[in-house]
């Protein structure tokens, strides 16, 4: 019997991104509140979802802003303030996505929009495993000399080329593609066109697939899902955290939602405030200290002395040597156990020793001598 396993780009990117979000959005399908990140990206996604499907006469600009206004969600923005920057942001994304559109209308005919697909990859260790891959391309375009897969980014970071030209999204979607209408793969997939447009910047990256690359697709997928398997889905914390709709569940930050307060939370939040005060605090006097090491060495320097005293000790600066690696006494009656001609080998193999000073101070004070 075929074992089918189900999942999408999106699962297996969340599972990069953070198992234990994984886990409770896949596994558990708990269904998180919208964030405003996530309802921009889908209002632009719709707008132009919109301004491509009316054919053969596009919508005017005015008619595209009118759009986004009719389904635009202020409430999930909060105050009118954060409303307005996202709202306004919205609106010149599609402005500029506008002008750039009439520059190459003439270069490409839209063939679809949110385009479903399905492909099935079989597991390259057990062929009983099969796995049914699913996801939705945002725009597929006919070109002058072949097609082109586009995927919408609303995200402020611009990638390299090089991070393009590995990105599993795209593969995936080029496989997607060919399953659905292998036309497009008749002469290699390399006809095929495959960017990423970044919808703040305006700007386009892309990139190609060979078949040798799409072949090796498969094994990237299955490696992913035997990750997910073996799972204990622990939180994985980074900057993502804070577009995520998981956090008052997350043990990273179910403390900060705590609606009702022991003494021993109000405790820990004393502590935890003391800390930051003892830690800043040491922060500032270290900065002085190696300051204060830097006049005392210059001093030391401009006059030919390896110390020097005050009223509470004194300060002394002391060569030292670093062997290369090791332990250099120990490392001596070690090879002395050995033949003459491995002591030689391993004496002319050290690495270099380094000599560096240090400043020991002795809180001590110090008479002169009559």
Known sequence: MTDIIKTSYSALDTFRQ?????KFQVVEKIKAPKN??????NKLHKALQYFHSKQPVSPTLD?????IKEIWESEIFGDEQTDMIYFSEAIKILKNYYENYLKIKDKFTVLDTETRFEVLLENPKNKEQKCLLAGIV???DKTRDGVEIIDYKTAKRFPG???VNKSLQLSLYCLGIINRWPQFAREGPEKIRLTFYYLKHQEMV???RTKEQLDHIQERVWEALAEIEKSEFQPTPSALCDWCGYRRLCPMWKHLYKEQFSLDDQQIKKVTDEFFELKQSNSKNNKRINELKEIIEGYLDKEKIERVFGDTGYITRLSQIKAGGYDIKKLEQIIKTLTLPVQEQLHQAKKVDKEYT??????????KEP
């Open 18 to 22: 953070c198992p234990l979000k994984y």
């Open 36 to 41: 405003k990140e996530a309802v921009f990206g």
């Open 63 to 67: 008619e595209l802003l009118n759009y």
């Open 138 to 140: 945002d725009r597929i």
């Open 161 to 163: 080329q090089e991070d």
């Open 206 to 208: 892309t990139t190609r």
């Open 358 to 367: 240090i400043i020991k101070a002795s809180v001590k004070k110090t008479k």
